[in-house]
């Protein structure tokens, strides 16, 4: 995989994931001009799109420096500054005091192969919120990446799950697509799951092209030790980004990905 700082990565898959985050932000219905905190705000991406469509302030709290000062940068190049404060801290151990926040957004960042008891920490972030206040966890949930391979994607996706940390946990129920369960015991009323799709079509934009190749890369790059040597030169030749027949140039190519978001409230006691 191309070296890539964790800033880097991040600001390649916003692209990608643009339009399901947008459409997942505009469905919570957060109140017009309230505080929020996103809880895990990477370089800032999110915190300014939930600051345009709400009218809000947002907080961010991330415990990655790096990430903090590629958000400052580009909070200051939106000038969106004087809505948008950043805090260096743990979402396990929040600055805040109890119902600092309207509503709390937090998006690929609680997982439970890091934390081991995720209700526990939605015990804590609920009462950050004020009474009646929406907690809101997302998750990128799935993707189709290479249609007219679906064996071949079904295979990369066994791969990746058997792979990758954050799907091999002990419990069904400590699985992130469980989430709608944690919301539940840790007390959140009216809690639901809904999930929302970015769609993407050719002819690609240079940009598209390049955090869609980069989405290859994240999903398959490490993945070779568990494909069969004839997968392995498949996605090769169809997923670099650099190769003649790349599936990115096909005429015809559409990709989507799915978020899933799990909300709730506060209960208004
Ligand atoms: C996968 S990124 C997601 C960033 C952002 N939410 C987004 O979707 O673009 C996860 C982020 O959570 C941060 N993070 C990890 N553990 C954290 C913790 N305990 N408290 C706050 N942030 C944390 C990481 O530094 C990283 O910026």
Redesign the pocket.
Known sequence: MAERT?AEQ?AL??RVTEPAIRAAIAALRLPAGSHGL??????G??AAWLAEATGSRVTG????RD?LATARRRIAEAQLGHRIALDE????DPPYADGSFDWLW????LWPV?VPDPVAVLERLRRLVRPGGTVALSYWSSQQLLPGYPQLEARLGLAFTEHTHYCRIGTPDAHHLRALGWLQRAGLVGARARTFVAEHQAPLSPALRESLAFCFEMLYGELEPGLSADDRAVVARLCRADSPECVLDVPGYHAWITYTVFDGRRDQA
Do not use: E, K, P
């Open positions: 964790y991040l898959a916003a996103d809880a895990g705000c990477g370089i991406t999110h709290l991330d415990v990655n990430n801290g743990s979402l396990f937090c998006a690929d960042t890091v």
